[in-house]
């Protein structure tokens, strides 16, 4: 782990945030975020992934409770954004944000880029990633199910 890497944080309406890496015991929380906060969301198995090597997900607690997550893992001088999800409840207090930098921080050192895949529909995510300094770097066609059928993703991407 980075030496500079902050595990406290304040989100912009003064929400203090203790960051922790995901053990086996975390995952029922987690996945109860999971299906609460995504239309589609990860099983299990890819929580359990991030136990062991380059895949790491970063839990967010306020008060010892779980507000968020998110999920990085880098290789070959790149790193990828693989989730990151904020408890409905919590939302649009600033977490999101707080994650992201978190992500950052974790694997700027790293690798150059950070790339990112999301749903075309996903406007809150979009915002929240252009505020960042991510911007658009492809699409493709059909790459998420929905209820209906598919839609596209976005590929976005910033500099570490
Ligand atoms: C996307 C998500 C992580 C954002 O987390 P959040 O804690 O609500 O976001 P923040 O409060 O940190 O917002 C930061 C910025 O993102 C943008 N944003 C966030 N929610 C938004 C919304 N509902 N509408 C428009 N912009 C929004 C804004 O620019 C916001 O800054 P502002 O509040 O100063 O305007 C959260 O909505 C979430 O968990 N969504 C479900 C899971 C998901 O879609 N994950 C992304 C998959 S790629």
């Known amino acids: 782990m980075s030496e500079e890497l902050s595990l406290v944080s304040e989100t912009y309406t003064g929400l203090v945030l203790q960051f922790r890496l995901i053990a086996v015991a975390d995952i029922p929380q ?3 975020l999971e299906r609460s906060a995504h239309s589609h969301p990860w099983r299990q198995s890819s929580f359990e992934d991030c136990l062991n090597g380059r895949q790491k997900c970063w839990l967010a607690e306020h008060k010892g409770v779980l507000v968020g997550y998110v999920v990085v893992t880098h290789g070959g001088g790149d790193a990828e954004l693989l989730n990151i999800s904020v408890s ?9 944000l707080c994650l992201l930098t978190h ?8 690798a150059d880029m950070l790339f990112l895949e999301v749903r075309i529909s996903n406007r809150k995510a979009i915002a929240l990633y252009e505020k960042e300094d991510f911007f658009e770097v492809g699409q493709r066609k059909n790459y998420y199910p929905t209820v209906n059928g598919h839609e596209d993703a976005l590929l976005m991407a910033r500099q570490l």
């Open 88 to 96: 409905p409840s919590y939302q649009r207090k600033g977490i999101g």
């Open 103 to 110: 992500a950052v921080n974790c694997v700027k050192e790293k």
């Open 30 to 32: 987690v996945m109860v």
